[in-house]
């Protein structure tokens, strides 16, 4: 069965960078949409960044411009290189994909089927 595993994750401070990784197994389905999530405790999950299976690219607007996603086919890996995090990024980040999009790939979570476990992010 499909299975995701985020990592990368940590305690950093502020300015610094991170690069969250998410192993993606057991995936069949060529046309995808991988996508990034955070929630913040007492808050909403809120997406943050997707990819489809042609590399195009959503991001949330509080993200442009310092985190990128990106994905090696190759490893079945997707990724978050997330540069000048603020307090305010600290989250649990997690990772979630969806079969055949149909060309609709963005980061709402009502769409997507699989989601892993998470990774945490704090920022001081």
């Known amino acids: 069965h499909v299975q995701l595993v985020e990592s990368g994750g940590g305690s950093v401070q502020a300015g610094d960078n991170l690069r969250l990784s998410c192993k993606v197994e057991?995936?069949?389905?060529?046309?995808?949409?991988i996508a990034w999530f955070r929630q913040a405790p007492g808050k909403e999950r809120e997406g943050v960044a997707a990819?489809?299976?042609?590399?195009?690219?959503k991001y949330a607007d509080f993200v442009k411009g310092r985190f990128t996603v990106s994905k090696d086919n190759a490893k079945n890996t997707l990724y978050l290189q997330m540069n000048s995090l603020k307090p305010e990024d600290t989250a649990m980040y997690f990772c979630?994909?969806?079969?055949?999009?149909?060309?609709?790939?963005?980061?709402?979570?009502?769409?997507?089927?699989?989601w892993g476990q998470g990774t945490q992010v704090t920022v001081s």
């Open positions: 979630a994909a969806e079969a055949y999009p149909g060309g609709f790939c963005y980061a709402i979570s009502v769409y997507f089927d699989y």
């Open positions: 057991h995936w069949t389905y060529s046309d995808t949409c």
């Open positions: 990819i489809d299976s042609d590399g195009n690219t």
